[in-house]
């Protein structure tokens, strides 16, 4: 199964990013996260926002040993200009395939056809 992780501290966006990963790379499921996990295991995707409750996505990926950013698709959905092209282009040096597709054209991209439950999308098992 192909699945998604999401990570943005704003659950009010997380019907439309799920909405828009399941359309656009075919993902079955999608986890959400407020802040980056210590490991994304099998997710095939995932979409990141800048700025957490906590820190920001690129201190906290800066964390992780490398292996584990590794064979995966990342999007940036960060509408935060500059900070978000910092993100990218660190993903980048990494050698990872990375997308930038902010939040505010996901949002014009996707209506959404029909209301989800209160925890959105499926979550994958684990």
Do not use: N
Not at 30 to 52: I, K, N, Q
Request: proline content about 8%; overall charge neutral; hydrophobic content about 40%.
């Amino acid at each position: 199964m192909r699945w998604a992780w999401v990570v943005d501290d704003s659950p009010e966006r997380y019907e439309v990013l799920g909405l828009f990963l399941q359309s656009r790379w075919g993902v079955e499921a999608v986890r959400f996260s407020p802040e980056v996990p210590e490991d994304f295991g099998e997710a095939w995707v995932v979409s990141l926002d800048y700025h957490l409750a906590g820190c920001t996505a690129l201190e906290a990926l800066k964390r992780l040993p490398p292996e584990r950013l590794a064979g995966r698709l990342y999007v940036v959905h960060s509408t935060a200009g500059l900070e978000a092209t910092l993100l990218e282009d660190w993903l980048r040096k990494q050698g990872l395939e990375v997308i930038r597709y902010p939040y505010t054209l996901i949002r014009m991209e996707v209506r959404p056809k029909r209301r989800l439950g209160r925890s959105g999308p499926v979550q994958p098992p684990g």
